[in-house]
């Protein structure tokens, strides 16, 4: 037990300053036991898986960097897989600050995601993959997460609106970029223009009457 001399009170716990005034408090009795528990960070409960992900992915950058330095000839391709490895943490960092709301975080790590990709593609001289490729793949992927973690978590209709208008945007996109002519590879994008059109008639056929009666409470309709 401790005690502020100023205001007059005793505090438990570990503190050395009195929550009111901020003074320092005076040591009374031994017993220092703390009230509240300590409720531990995402980080401090995996800590240990962690680790493994930070130390893995140091050992990755330093054994390509290594291997890329005794074949100088194939080119700078360790400068890419170190680029990669940022590109995992940091969107890893973005769906742990995100956590609370999936369907937002999933279209943040796509946009993240895509953007890396097409200034690492314009800065190797622009072939068009990131496009192509990345981005389709990337909206397909995040669909695919998004039906099976709707069906996990059970989602209420709040959410499943937003899933609803992100699953859109999923498929607006590459479409532009179909229409637009900038593909030189189409096919990933029509596919996941499919996807697109596919998951949102699903969920219009099976949960349009709760969205809709949600739309009409909030509209007032
Ligand atoms: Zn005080």
Redesign the pocket.
């Known amino acids: 037990m401790k005690r ?1 001399e ?2 007059g ?1 005793e505090v438990t716990g570990n503190r050395l300053r ?1 929550p ?2 901020q ?1 320092t408090l005076l040591q009374t009795t031994g017993e220092t036991r703390e009230i509240f528990p300590v409720v531990p960070t995402l980080y401090r409960q995996y800590h240990l898986l962690f680790r493994l992900l930070i130390f893995a992915s140091v050992a990755v950058g330093v054994v390509a960097v290594a291997v890329n330095l005794l074949l100088p000839e194939s080119g700078a391709w360790s400068v890419f897989v170190a680029g990669g490895i940022i590109c995992v943490w940091l969107s890893l960092a973005l769906a742990v600050r995100k956590r609370k709301n999936i369907p937002k975080g999933m279209l943040y790590q796509v946009a993240l995601l895509s953007i890396i990709c097409m200034i690492w593609d314009f800065a190797t001289g622009w072939n068009g993959w990131s496009i192509d490729y990345v981005l389709p793949i990337l909206c397909v992927a995040a669909m695919a997460a998004l039906a099976v973690l709707s069906r996990v978590f059970n989602w209420e209709t709040e959410n499943q609106m937003i899933y609803f208008c992100i699953d859109a945007i999923f498929g607006i996109v590459p479409s532009i970029l179909f229409f637009a002519g900038c593909l030189r590879v189409p096919y990933p994008s029509v596919i996941s223009m499919a996807v697109s059109l596919l998951s949102l008639a699903a969920v219009a056929v099976f949960r349009g009457d709760s969205i809709w009666a949600e739309l009409k409470r909030r509209l007032h309709i």
């Open positions: 502020c100023k205001c009170v009195c009111l005034c003074g």
